[in-house]
């Protein structure tokens, strides 16, 4: 008789409120869950026992791998050997002209407004 009534209170609120009854059964579901994974993680775990190390003796001479060819096309610095005479370079350089550098300012500043614009 008991357990009629329990079946039809349990059945009464299923159709009365179906959204809570779920939000219960998901909590109780996870909270199993979270017990079941606690106890597996803390059970103690078996040690594994190694083998005895014997010391190590050496029969042959260790042999040493050679290193890679790393600077076989690789180098720190090149050397300049036609290098310009500085008469020659000024000849060829030019400064350029106020206007010119005017324009370049304006430009790189509307760049940098753009890009600053939004920052806070």
Not at 27 to 45: D, K, R
Not at 60 to 83: Q, V, W
Not at 88 to 104: C, G, Q, R
């Amino acid at each position: 008789m008991i357990f009629d009534d329990i079946k039809y209170e349990i059945s009464d609120f299923a159709h009365e409120k179906p959204l809570l009854l779920t939000i219960i059964c998901i909590v109780v579901f996870l909270f199993i869950a979270g017990i079941i994974i606690l106890m597996i993680q803390t059970s103690p775990q078996e040690k594994t026992v190694l083998p005895s190390q014997e010391p190590f003796t050496q029969d042959a001479p260790i042999l040493i791998p050679d290193s890679p060819d790393i600077e076989k096309d690789y180098y720190p610095n090149r050397i300049t050997e036609n290098k310009w005479p500085q008469d020659e370079a000024n000849k060829w350089f030019t400064y350029p002209e106020d206007e010119t550098m005017k324009e370049l300012e304006k430009a790189n500043d509307s760049i940098i407004n753009d890009i600053t614009g939004a920052a806070p």
